[in-house]
């Protein structure tokens, strides 16, 4: 564990770059989602002319924290960041000599570029998701029960917890029952459990009732993103650092480059063109003795540790399916509105050979969350997912509910739909995947939080083993993955495998295939089918198929992309750069238009492809 003298002695270094009115990722990594400080660090507010800012302060620029009383030590333990910079003391003197080495200086010339600032902790968790977070309680709760002390700490690009998490889940609480036993009288926000489970075959006109495979009973309807709140709030009470509003954009290695040491955030102020604005900051080093990495469905990083470290081939598993979810929550009409119901359909407005469905969710407060999964290996390059989510609440059966309703939150994501046959080895070098960035989504429960935590709270487990041991080895994860394979994680997952790819061979074959192992084998069959193509080999050229007529949004049900986006609060600086690059640039002109009529200008929810 990296010494405590030398975190302090890096964060009076940051402490005092802030009284040069330079405010550099380092700084910016303390903010958090506070608001206000109470009274009793009003004497480091007040008297320390360097932090340029009052305890009354609404919303802060530079330096806030979560509660006061974390800071002053109150009802939970203290950071090793916030006890080295708050509680050093003002400094109105001139600094002493040797911490002011690595300020950026700035001059006529232009900015003279240094090497990135570091801080070290024992686990770094990239992502403060389901997995991330409970990753993180199971550490410090372990942690307290064997008065060992780890340091963690969690960055999350949303720029707060849960806001990249949009409302509107049915959650199954096995995993949370095993994490906090007593969230309930801990006041999570999980109070609606389902009451009435509906399973519905559309056809243009009709809704035909089917028997619900779901079984909810038990379950609760809870909004996703106010869970993840708590938990991150939680994790917080125990000593987690959490920093939200950093994107994590590289991966540290070791000297040799044989296992990952820590992961690197985005350099700040880059210009559309690449060059340094006036505002340039490097990007932060956050080194951990192991990193988790909870990203989700394909992350960035994850998928450059799966390639490198040939996790796919060291499970022998398969390429990861995908699926895209187009997700609305509307505020309803107090009559319409149904506390407790879930509904779910497959049909139309889907094709036969095109594999997805319908979900629907009544939640408090008068609001339904609904959306549409569409898979990605659909064959017709002129489908448009969004607008055939459009379609759908149009139907007889589903605009009932919503019509005189308003939308107020609209987004959209990608599933990580293979099950067990595309998860690839979870341990590698430094670190270990969790969550849906491994791929532990029940595809036929429509579930994959309670995997999820999971699988986080059993990376915690081998995580804490390792470092707690007293060897000269490298902390190892393997004990994961061993671990992983005897959960119940994995057994929930087989016994659903042939599920998905049955819905290759089309709608009738995959229905017929899906009851078979939900009613009769329940996952007993000793074979397991395998997926077909990877999705983007799966699109038919153009010329066999005709464009799909998709009727105007009427304003009222149905809405043009534009009207979505503004609603999904999506900001981007126009000077920044583009965050999709091209291999190649001649493919879009010469195979997409020329082969497929451009699918990538309809399969996007943004439509940022033009």
Known sequence: MSSFNNARRKNLQMLL??????LPPALRLQQTSAKTLSSCCQPFNLNDSTLRQSAGDAEFSSWGYTRCWKLCGYSRRVSRIETSAFHAGPYSSPPPAGLTSSIRNLSSSGIREVPRESMDYDVVIVGAGPAGLAAAIRLRQLCEEKNVDLSVCIVEKGAEVGAHILSGNVFETRALDELIPNWKEQSAPIRLPVAEDKFWFLTEKRALPLPSPFKNHGNYIISLSELVRWLGSKAEELGVEIYPGFSASELLYE???????????????????????????????????????????????????????????????????????????????????????TVHTVGWPLDTRTYGGSFLYHMDNHQVAMGLVVALDYKNPYLSPYEEYQRFKQHPSIRPFIEGG?????????????????????????????????????????????????????????????????????????????????????????????????????????????????????????WTLKHGKPDHECTEPADVHKPIPYPKPDGVVSFDVLTSLYRSNTNHNHDQPAHLRLRDVNVPENVNLAKFAGPESRYCPARVYE
């Open 17 to 22: 770059q802030l009284s040069s009115d330079y």
């Open 255 to 341: 000297a040799d480059e044989s296992r990952v040491s820590g992961i690197a955030t985005n350099d700040m102020g880059i210009g559309k063109d690449g060059s340094k604005k006036e505002n340039f900051q490097r990007g932060m080093e956050l080194k951990g003795r192991l990193t988790l990495l909870g990203e989700g469905c394909r992350g960035s990083l994850s998928e450059k540790v799966i390639k490198r470290f040939q996790l796919r081939e060291q499970s022998g598993s398969q390429h990861q399916t995908y699926a895209l979810g187009i997700k609305e929550v509307w505020d309803i009409d107090h009559s319409k509105h149904r506390p407790g119901l």
């Open 406 to 526: 308003n939308v107020i939150q609209y987004g959209a994501r990608t599933l990580s739909e293979g099950g067990i046959q595309s998860i690839p080895k979870t341990a590698f070098p430094g670190g270990a995947l969790i969550g849906c960035t491994a791929g532990f989504i029940n595809v036929p429960k429509i579930k994959g939080s309670h995997t999820a935590m999971k699988s986080g709270m059993l990376a915690a487990e081998a995580a804490f083993d390792a470092l707690s041991k007293e060897t000269s080895q490298q902390p190892s994860m393997e004990q994961y993955w061993s671990s992983l394979k005897t959960s119940w994680v994995w057994k929930e997952l087989h016994q659903v495998r042939n599920i998905r790819p049955g819905f290759d061979h089309g709608l009738l074959a995959g229905m017929t295939i899906a009851g078979l192992e939900h009613y009769i084998t329940r996952g007993r069959l000793p």
